[in-house]
């Protein structure tokens, strides 16, 4: 059964039509002939990000310029037929493929075409020709400087994630404590895969940011949902260690007390001095402790060891890490 899919006008529709408008409004005011495929160039160079539209841009303006001169020149010679066409495409794709131009090949066939069709190859049909270029590459350049700003999007994923692993943090503080160790960890596992999926959906977003910007190359967005990814490793390892603690060690207490307050402080890179010091008084006490005299008591005290050594990376990943600055704070 057909079905409709759900739409909203994006902004880049909207700059589409705008763009494609205004070019085909400049060119016939300029007097251009064949001034509706400005339209064509500037919808096939509105991209999502700044850094990509100029590359498309570039790529077009050099790929055009070569087969207009290369369709200006075999024409003339050979005359303007379809088989000349032919040829010239089966000689242009690869060239565009060494000159890693390739992008503009479809841009550039509309291009051969207007040579194929023009009434006489002269010096006109060249100025013609270059400015149509100008016009719908121009406008689409003019169009993609306008770009909506990510960081709304950027720090809401931020606050999903900080969400997810103080819930995790919390989960694991509760299961040390309470009697009912499976339902209170079972939910742990799909936290985390659905963490994962957003930290990777953020990073992508952040990466486009990048990519809307010139003179800056890397995102503080960017390295933070790195640092998390790093993070939530520590935490699936972690996750397997605590459902190996049971029993009555004195240190467990301390223990699901340090995980509670590191999820309260999931956000905060001041109280991470404070942290180290609880867990490594916790180690201590560890240490001092006599040995376990049952296999499941030795389970539990290496359990609790090596969760302490991966909650210590976890704490100095976010220790180096720093806190997020925002573009305006960067220098």
């Known amino acids: 059964m057909l079905s409709l899919n759900p739409y909203r006008i994006g902004f880049r529709t909207i700059k589409t039509a705008v763009g494609m408008a205004l070019g085909i409004i400049i060119a016939k005011l300029i007097g251009l002939d064949n001034f509706a495929s400005s339209a064509i160039l500037v919808v096939l160079c509105i991209k999502h990000t700044k850094v990509h539209s100029l590359q498309a841009i570039v790529s077009r303006f050099i ?6 001169l290369i369709g200006m020149l075999a024409f003339s010679i050979l005359g303007q037929h379809a088989l000349v066409i032919g040829l010239i495409v089966l000689l242009f794709i690869p060239l565009t493929v060494v000159l890693n131009v390739q992008e503009g090949v479809i841009t550039s066939c509309v291009i051969l075409l207007h040579v194929f ?8 049909l060249f100025i013609n020709e270059v400015l149509l270029l100008c016009v719908g590459l121009g406008i689409a350049f003019i169009m993609n400087l306008i770009m909506p700003s990510l960081d709304h999007n950027l720090n809401q994923y931020k606050q999903k994630v900080e969400s997810e692993f103080r819930h995790i943090f919390t989960t694991f503080s509760h299961y040390l404590l309470t009697d009912d160790k499976m339902t209170s960890i079972n939910t742990v596992e799909d936290h985390i895969q659905h963490l994962k999926l957003t930290i990777k ?11 809307n910007h010139f003179v800056r190359n890397e995102n503080s967005y960017y390295h ?38 590191v999820g309260e402080n999931v956000n905060s890179n001041d109280y991470t001095v404070l942290r180290l010091h609880s ?29 302490l050594y991966e909650l210590e990376e976890y704490l100095n990943i976010k220790s180096h890490f720093g806190s997020l600055k925002m573009h305006s704070e960067v220098s």
């Open 63 to 68: 790929s055009c310029l070569i087969i207009l």
């Open 117 to 124: 069709n023009a009434k006489s190859i002269d010096l006109h």
């Open 201 to 211: 959906k953020a990073k992508s977003l952040a990466f486009r940011d990048v990519k």
């Open 224 to 261: 933070y949902f790195d640092m998390r990814e790093e993070q939530l490793e520590l935490l699936m390892r972690i996750h397997n260690l605590v459902q190996h603690i049971d029993g009555r060690d004195e240190t467990i207490e301390q223990l699901s007390g340090l995980l509670s307050e």
């Open 279 to 307: 867990l490594y008084d916790i180690r201590l006490k560890v240490q001092e402790a006599p040995l376990p005299t049952t296999h499941a008591e030795l389970e539990t005290r290496a359990s609790i060891m090596q969760t």
